[in-house]
């Protein structure tokens, strides 16, 4: 099956070929599982068969050659693979595809009026060596960027896990322990001494569970709103972390009165929440701010903290990190190893049309920017990225 981004790179190579070799029409046809399918088709004639078995076509035949060719004035009985396509030309060409060293398609280039001459022919075959290349590196993005997306996703659960871990079990382990050893003493006054200590330390469990769940499903996002949404998360990590956190939210009467897209206000709240999650866990910081402001229709969304500020490398790659980010191009320099945070913030602003910026030095603390361009986002998706 072949990706939208791959048929549209396709489109695009094969436009190319056909204006670089003045061809009248460009076909590219590509190999899957026993069948010859018209992936791309730029300029005249329309395809009559865009599916044609290898096995018993003439066109099948032609691409089991693994030959190129070139004819003038092609005879019936030379062009019967053009007839199964439903074209017809004067000159054609026809250059084998190797798609991972294996022969895996060909292209095809047409002229109505003319034949073509000997150096069309090594043309096309180089369009044809390129158009391979670019698949290729498409789809060899495409799994980076599902690996890379399953990856962090991963890691979140993990780090959900191991604070349910950390703090819920561990928690309730140390409070059995507590009414178990007060039962074992048979006196009651210890007992009574526990039972209540024990009773306030699950109303502290019960608070950090609490918290816990509105990290992971951000109600009060849907029910009050981005504002109180952050203040709960501020509050969290005041009281988990003794960080001190100023919220502010500053929208247009419009945005206030309407609210912003879910998808965006999901946006704004994951990123402020791991930038404020990675101020309580690397800064050392003792105070953070969340500003959220509107600007010349730019919605503008600030973390910023006063701890140690950010590590070299992370603020020179602004923000890349964990493993080679896909997006990197090729002979780029490895980036360094980290963590996913700072990619998967980067990603999620993306997703919105917006950008990501880190500004720090060492030892004057981190200021965290998204900017999010409110009239170009792209369209919404259907459901909002959580
Ligand atoms: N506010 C900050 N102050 C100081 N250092 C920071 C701050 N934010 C991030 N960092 C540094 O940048 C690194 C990368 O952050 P990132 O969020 O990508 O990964 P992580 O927090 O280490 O791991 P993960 O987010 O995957 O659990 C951190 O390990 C830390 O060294
Ligand atoms: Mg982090």
């Excluded at 039962?183 to 608070?207: H, M, Y």
């Amino acid at each position: 099956m072949f990706t939208s981004g791959e048929r549209w790179l396709l489109e695009l190579m094969a436009d190319r070929a056909r204006s670089a070799l003045a061809a009248a029409t460009v076909v590219v046809v590509l190999e899957e599982r026993g069948e010859l399918h018209v992936q791309a088709h730029s300029g005249e004639g329309s395809i009559s068969a865009t599916v044609i078995p290898v096995e018993g076509s003439a066109l099948g035949a032609l691409y089991r050659s693994g030959q190129p060719l070139a004819l003038e004035r092609p005879l019936p009985d030379q062009s019967a693979w053009l007839t199964e396509l439903g074209l017809e030309a004067e000159g054609a060409l026809m250059q084998p595809l190797m798609i991972d060293d294996v022969p895996g398609g060909m292209i095809i280039a047409l002229r109505q009026d003319r034949g073509f001459r000997e150096q069309d022919l090594t043309a096309l075959g180089a369009h044809g060596a390129r158009l391979t290349r670019q698949l290729m590196a498409e789809r060899n993005a495409e799994v980076e960027r599902l690996r890379y997306g399953a990856q962090s996703r991963e890691r979140e659960r993990e780090r959900w896990a191991r604070e349910l871990h950390d703090e819920t079990v561990q928690g309730l382990g140390v409070l059995r322990m507590q009414l178990a050893n007060a039962r074992d003493s048979g006196d009651p006054a210890q007992l009574d001494v526990a039972v209540k200590e024990v009773s306030e330390g699950l109303q502290r469990e019960i608070t950090g569970i609490r918290h816990l769940i509105t990290e992971l499903r951000p109600a009060a996002l849907d029910d009050l709103g981005l504002e109180a949404a952050l203040d709960a998360l501020a509050r969290r990590a005041e009281a988990v972390y003794g960080l001190h956190v100023q919220t502010e939210v500053q929208l247009t009467p419009e945005h206030e009165r309407d609210r912003l897209d879910a998808e965006l206000e999901t946006t704004v709240y994951r990123i402020v929440q791991e930038a404020l999650n990675n101020v309580s866990r690397h800064a050392e910081a003792s105070n953070a701010s969340i500003t959220i402001s509107e600007r010349d229709g730019t919605l503008v969304a600030v973390v910023t903290d006063d701890g140690k500020g950010l590590p070299e490398e992370k603020l020179r790659n602004n923000g890349r990190g964990a493993t080679p980010d896909p997006r990197t191009q090729e002979g780029d320099s490895p980036v360094p190893s980290g963590g996913y945070g700072l990619p998967g913030m980067r990603e999620r602003a993306e997703l919105v049309g917006g950008e990501l910026a880190l500004e720090s030095a060492l030892g004057e603390g981190t200021t965290l920017r998204l900017n999010v361009p409110l009239a170009r986002r792209p369209e919404r998706a259907a459901e909002p990225q959580l």
